[in-house]
């Protein structure tokens, strides 16, 4: 078993970019897929980055998904923040078959 | 277009049952395993359980282990969530999700399950 580990907030201001990390605790990050969802308030989840940095049609490219092996983490970055970008933002991957979550991070664009 | 429609959640006395469904269309049910995930008011999203394709194959978080049972009737189309022994603890918001192969998951909109007396 693992855990994957995101800071709880992150702020920036609109037309800056922003990095959410997430990290591994154990085993490779890279061994298994990292999927990247946006919850808005009273909304379901979102998927806004799959299989690492695969983005859905309809996603902006101003989002894209990356992993790093030396650092064992992924991270979603937002670049050209808007106002409407400002919501939770989990990870999620693979644990064999179970699905593993980060705690998430809030998104606060100001 | 994949659509996922969740449905039976309520409000339920400590200890008692709630059956959810999950209606599914938009493509081929019984060739994916289907998950089920939770979120308590205000805090994040937690796995509970999955069900393989045929349903041969089931697992559960620890939180629900022994008292979540999850199904599916792939002539239906439809998963379900079977609770029983219902906590305060169980109270939250109840997805069902498609994974995603070379494509993003998909979820649907939630039920929500209050456990109160």
């Known amino acids: 078993n693992f855990m994957l580990t995101q800071p709880h907030s992150v702020s920036e201001s609109p037309g800056k970019t922003v990095t959410i990390s997430c990290t591994r605790s154990?085993?490779?990050?890279?061994?298994?897929?990292v999927q990247w969802y946006q919850q808005r308030p009273g909304s379901a989840p979102t998927s806004v980055i799959y299989?690492?940095?695969?983005?859905p049609s309809g996603v902006p490219d101003r989002f894209s998904g990356s992993v790093d092996s030396s650092s064992n983490s992924a991270s979603l970055t937002i670049s050209g923040l808007k106002t409407e970008d400002e919501a939770d933002y989990y990870c999620q991957s693979y644990d064999s078959t179970n699905w593993v979550f980060g705690g998430g991070t809030k998104l606060t664009v100001l | 277009e994949v659509h996922l429609l969740e449905s039976g959640g309520g409000l339920v006395q400590p200890g008692g049952s709630l059956r959810l469904s999950c209606a599914a269309s938009g493509f081929t049910f019984s060739s994916f395993a289907m998950y089920w995930v939770r979120q308590a008011p205000g805090k994040g999203l937690e796995w509970v359980s999955v069900?393989?394709?045929?349903?041969?194959?089931?697992y559960y978080a620890d939180s629900v282990k022994g008292r979540f049972t999850i199904s599916r009737d792939n002539s239906k189309n439809t998963l379900y969530l079977q609770m029983n022994s219902l906590r305060a603890e169980d109270t939250a918001v109840f997805y069902c999700a498609k994974p995603g192969v070379e494509a993003p998951p998909r979820w649907g909109q939630g039920t929500a399950v209050t456990v109160s007396s």
């Open positions: 154990s085993g490779s990050i890279a061994s298994n897929y």
């Open positions: 299989e690492d940095n695969q983005r």
């Open positions: 069900i393989s394709g045929s349903g041969d194959s089931t």
